[in-house]
């Protein structure tokens, strides 16, 4: 199954950037696509963006888009969200998860496309 870390997660002004890191290891990185997600106070998951195994193709959904950036460090086994022109609203716990395919699943939070997750790290935009 693999395992999954996420890092880079903290306090930030609005304005603000973030760079979030998910660490991988235990599966072949390479042959999966990746996704965030998030979970804000007292809502339920978002789906934020996903990319396909080979990192060259992305989709994102339109509350990040053009804000946020994913990437995929295949040699690594990392990958990369940077998170530009912060807001209060995108306040929340952030997760990386495998996607179960190669290609890059958009706008699903269902739980078979997802068989690993990490543990999240938590990102505040305050001033």
């Known amino acids: 199954e693999g395992q999954l870390v996420e890092s880079g997660g903290g306090v930030v002004q609005p304005g603000g950037s973030l760079n979030l890191t998910c660490t991988t290891s235990?599966?072949?990185?390479?042959?999966?696509?990746m996704s965030w997600v998030r979970q804000a106070p007292g809502k339920g998951m978002e789906w934020l963006t996903g990319?396909?195994?080979?990192?060259?193709?992305?989709y994102y959904a339109n509350s990040v888009k053009g804000r946020f950036f994913i990437s995929k460090d295949n040699a690594k086994n990392i990958l990369y969200l940077q998170m530009n022109s912060l807001k209060p609203e995108d306040s929340a716990v952030y997760y990386c998860?495998?996607?179960?395919?190669?290609?890059?699943?958009?706008?699903?939070?269902?739980?078979?496309?997802?068989?690993?997750w990490g543990q999240g790290t938590q990102v505040t935009v305050s001033s």
């Open positions: 998860a495998r996607v179960a395919s190669p290609a890059l699943v958009a706008a699903t939070l269902d739980p078979i496309y997802y068989p690993t």
């Open positions: 990319i396909n195994s080979r990192g060259s193709s992305a």
């Open positions: 235990g599966f072949t990185f390479t042959k999966f696509a």
